[in-house]
């Protein structure tokens, strides 16, 4: 049972990431107005920004099922996870009004419940950390 609900939980967040990942390559220029308007600024940065995530996200799913890479790709969509949730808070400390633009235009949310997703998914990122750990001293 533990190994099915592993692979689940891989499966889970690999689907989450692609999909939020491939849906902002294919309209970046949204994304970066998302970026600009939301968190960074400055033009060259946020479009240098949205054009690296989507691209991040995809490659960190990718690793994600090569087991020598699992434990970093974990760690980058983690991270990735944490930072969202820190942009977000930002974002409301300075009373913007934003929804989440996590998987491009055609799939807006409250931004609340954006924010309940990610925490979700820094939780799983966090139990499948544990667990890949815990297998591959099992494996060695």
């Not at 054009?51 to 087991?67: D, G, K, Q, R």
Request: aromatic share 12%; with cysteine; glycine share 8%.
């Amino acid at each position: 049972m533990r190994n099915a609900l592993y692979w689940v939980g891989l499966t889970l967040v690999s689907v989450v990431f692609f999909s939020a990942g491939t849906l902002k390559l294919l309209d970046v220029a949204a994304f970066q107005d998302v970026v600009r308007l939301t968190v960074i600024q400055s033009w060259p940065l946020s479009a240098l920004i949205a054009l690296w995530l989507p691209v991040a996200e995809c490659l960190s799913v990718l690793f994600l099922w090569f087991p020598k890479w699992r434990m970093l790709a974990l760690a980058h969509l983690g991270l990735m996870a944490v930072a969202f949730l820190g942009f977000v808070a930002q974002a409301w400390a300075r009373g913007l009004d934003i929804s989440c633009g996590c998987f491009g235009k055609g799939l807006s949310y409250p931004l609340g419940f954006g924010v309940f997703i990610d925490a979700v998914l820094v939780l799983v990122l966090v139990v499948l950390s544990i667990r890949t750990r815990s297998r591959s001293r099992l494996s060695s």
